[in-house]
């Protein structure tokens, strides 16, 4: 099928799709709804493109299975939900440690626990953020339609190869489940960023060493290139150094890296804000519904503006500082009680009042529950 012709794509399909587009190779995950398409059709795929499958027998050893392939120099993901993002945990510290490039796909259902496996939440913004111990970075990114979900997919990877740490993409069961029509682009047309390499021999080479964005270049197990990898504080050598001044300099590092890059890796969307005395922060699927609640909004005469995060983590900060100077107010839809209410709070500080508007019964927030919210708040 010709890649310019209009496709009806579901958006676990479209993950799927984007992530073989990106040169995904190796994928190892557990099935569970509602991800469970993305593994369904890697299964078929990866082995056409020389790729490997591998159903694991929990998400703990996926985690495993997918850090080890990466290694090895492999784009390699991982795709569940927020159970298995709880089992994953730990392995995604040692990613974050060990600078092992991933994608972990978290495709969101209502909790805790089972909770309701085929309903809509986003009750995993958190556990993206601080799901994993200790001070470590991350990005997290949600998309809100099945052609985006291609598109960030791939930046998922590019972002993960570029800057060498785990990338957390954040759907939820109606962006995964969901159906749209889609023109996908020629795969020539793609950006497609991979690790660097060592450009010195073996002997000379410090798999720890960064270079001046404080990214190191990373060698493959089975190039010639013999290093240590470990979830322990570290060297450059890899080897283990506990000592307080490495320790400090390592975390320090890991941060830096995607603190100083940050323009790289945010992406924000903003409709009607030139003139805006009222914003509605939105990801996801109540994106969608927030964005029709303001053009209804606007056809009244009310003065409303969207801010739509795509880049959950690291969080839009100066994004919401400049938009509540200038609004009075900012309301925040979520399928959650609020997860991400505090941050923007955090960041527009007094300058503007936060409401949220929260569903966690498992449905949608509608356009009209957001057109309501902004005339109440008037």
Same mark, same amino acid.
């Given at each position: 099928?010709?890649?310019?012709?209009?496709?009806?794509?579901?958006?676990?399909?479209?993950?799927?799709?984007?992530?073989?587009?990106?040169?995904?190779?190796?994928?190892?995950?557990?099935?569970?709804?509602?991800?469970?398409?993305?593994?369904?059709?890697?299964?078929?795929?990866?082995?056409?493109?020389?790729?490997?499958?591998?159903?694991?027998?929990?998400?703990?050893?996926?985690?495993?299975?997918?850090?080890?392939?990466?290694?090895?120099?492999?784009?390699?993901?991982?795709?569940?939900?927020?159970?298995?993002?709880?089992?994953?945990?730990?392995?995604?510290?040692?990613?974050?440690?060990?600078?092992?490039?991933?994608?972990?796909?978290?495709?969101?259902?209502?909790?805790?626990?089972?909770?309701?496996?085929?309903?809509?939440?986003?009750?995993?913004?958190?556990?993206?953020?601080?799901?994993?111990?200790?001070?470590?970075?991350?990005?997290?990114?949600?998309?809100?339609?099945?052609?985006?979900?291609?598109?960030?997919?791939?930046?998922?990877?590019?972002?993960?190869?570029?800057?060498?740490?785990?990338?957390?993409?954040?759907?939820?069961?109606?962006?995964?489940?969901?159906?749209?029509?889609?023109?996908?682009?020629?795969?020539?047309?793609?950006?497609?960023?991979?690790?660097?390499?060592?450009?010195?021999?073996?002997?000379?080479?410090?798999?720890?060493?960064?270079?001046?964005?404080?990214?190191?270049?990373?060698?493959?197990?089975?190039?010639?290139?013999?290093?240590?990898?470990?979830?322990?504080?570290?060297?450059?050598?890899?080897?283990?150094?506990?000592?307080?001044?490495?320790?400090?300099?390592?975390?320090?590092?890991?941060?830096?890296?995607?603190?100083?890059?940050?323009?790289?890796?945010?992406?924000?969307?903003?409709?009607?804000?030139?003139?805006?005395?009222?914003?509605?922060?939105?990801?996801?699927?109540?994106?969608?519904?927030?964005?029709?609640?303001? %053009?209804? *909004?606007?056809?009244?005469?009310?003065?409303? &503006? #969207?801010? !739509?995060?795509?880049?959950?983590?690291?969080? /839009?900060? @100066?994004?919401?500082?400049?938009?509540?100077?200038?609004?009075?107010?900012?309301?925040?839809?979520?399928?959650?009680?609020?997860?991400?209410?505090?941050?923007?709070? %955090?960041? *527009?500080?007094?300058?503007?009042?936060?409401? &949220? #508007?929260? !569903?966690?019964?498992?449905?949608?927030?509608? /356009?009209? @529950?957001?057109?309501?919210?902004?005339?109440?708040?008037?």
């Amino acid at each position: 099928m010709s890649e310019k012709k209009p496709i009806l794509m579901q958006g676990n399909e479209a993950c799927a799709k984007g992530a073989l587009a990106a040169g995904v190779r190796f994928f190892a995950g557990y099935p569970i709804t509602p991800s469970s398409e993305i593994a369904e059709i890697l299964s078929e795929e990866l082995p056409k493109v020389g790729g490997r499958f591998i159903q694991m027998e929990d998400e703990i050893a996926s985690m495993a299975a997918v850090i080890g392939a990466s290694l090895t120099g492999s784009k390699a993901m991982t795709a569940t939900s927020g159970p298995g993002m709880s089992l994953k945990s730990e392995n995604l510290g040692y990613a974050s440690m060990a600078e092992v490039p991933c994608v972990i796909v978290d495709v969101q259902r209502v909790g805790p626990s089972t909770g309701g496996p085929t309903a809509p939440s986003q009750g995993d913004i958190m556990q993206a953020r601080w799901g994993t111990h200790g001070d470590h970075p991350i990005i997290a990114l949600a998309p809100n339609s099945v052609k985006e979900t291609y598109e960030v997919t791939i930046k998922a990877f590019n972002l993960s190869e570029r800057f060498r740490t785990p990338v957390i993409l954040l759907l939820d069961e109606v962006i995964g489940h969901m159906r749209e029509k889609v023109v996908l682009p020629d795969q020539e047309s793609i950006e497609i960023i991979n690790r660097k390499k060592p450009t010195v021999p073996p002997e000379e080479y410090f798999p720890y060493e960064p270079d001046e964005d404080g990214v190191p270049k990373m060698a493959s197990y089975g190039e010639g290139y013999r290093f240590h990898v470990t979830g322990l504080t570290h060297d450059k050598t890899g080897f283990p150094n506990l000592s307080p001044g490495n320790t400090d300099y390592v975390i320090r590092r890991l941060h830096e890296k995607i603190e100083k890059n940050i323009d790289e890796i945010l992406m924000v969307e903003e409709y009607f804000m030139d003139d805006a005395e009222l914003a509605v922060f939105a990801y996801g699927s109540p994106s969608r519904s927030s964005l029709s609640a303001v %053009r209804k *909004a606007r056809e009244e005469g009310i003065k409303v &503006g #969207l801010i !739509r995060p795509i880049t959950i983590w690291p969080f /839009p900060a @100066e994004t919401v500082k400049k938009a509540a100077q200038k609004v009075s107010k900012i309301i925040v839809p979520e399928m959650n009680l609020g997860q991400l209410l505090g941050e923007v709070e %955090r960041y *527009a500080k007094s300058d503007a009042e936060v409401i &949220g #508007l929260n !569903r966690v019964d498992g449905e949608l927030i509608t /356009p009209q @529950e957001v057109v309501d919210k902004i005339k109440e708040v008037l």
